[in-house]
């Protein structure tokens, strides 16, 4: 109905033209200048017809059911894929393996420790985003706070880790080490 009606529409509003070709317009017949009516191309019109109809396609798909419409994009809100009892289970862990990529640094196995790293951070991250989505309003802006200086850190720790640059990995680790603590003094 949203199609037929996209279709429509642009033919029941634009004027039809006299002369569709796209060349040259004549010459007028007397010296007086008269106004010329907007003279609308068929190519114009097949740009109004072809962008009603793509509109009304992508309006389509908005009135069904996102799951009955394959290859339609998935605009929903997401939600963390575990509460934050099943997240708080988990984060110890998740926090502890985090701390253990310190025998890579100390061996000076970089690529390792990358690896570890980003596979360890990965998981805590998502367990953390949960129990802060949990928490009371008036405990998050803390909360994120320590999570984004945490997640700096790590991140600053793997580009250290790529420049082989053992005094910098200490240091980050360190900063992890203790925002970590600070997070689970808040939490726990």
Do not use: C
């Amino acid at each position: 109905m949203a199609a037929r009606l996209a279709v429509q529409a642009p033919s029941a509003t634009l004027p039809q033209a006299e002369n569709t070709s796209p060349g040259p317009k004549p010459p007028p017949s007397n010296s007086v200048h008269q106004p010329q009516k907007p003279a609308t191309t068929s190519r114009r019109l097949a740009t109004t017809a072809a962008a009603a109809v793509i509109g009304a396609a992508l309006l389509a798909p908005a009135a069904s059911s996102a799951s009955t419409t394959a290859g339609a994009f998935d605009l929903r809100i997401t939600l963390p894929e575990q509460s934050s009892e099943e997240a708080e289970a988990v984060v110890r862990a998740h926090a502890r393996n985090l701390l253990r990529v310190k025998r890579f640094a100390d061996a000076g196995e970089w690529r390792e420790l990358q690896a570890a790293l980003r596979a360890s951070a990965s998981n805590l991250k998502q367990d953390l985003y949960a129990i802060i989505q949990a928490r009371p309003a008036g405990q998050r802006p803390d909360l994120r706070r320590l999570y984004s200086d945490l997640f700096n850190s790590v991140t600053s720790l793997d580009y250290a880790a790529r420049d082989k640059d053992e005094v910098q990995v200490q240091e980050y680790y360190s900063k992890i080490a203790s925002a970590l603590d600070e997070i689970f003094a808040k939490i726990m």
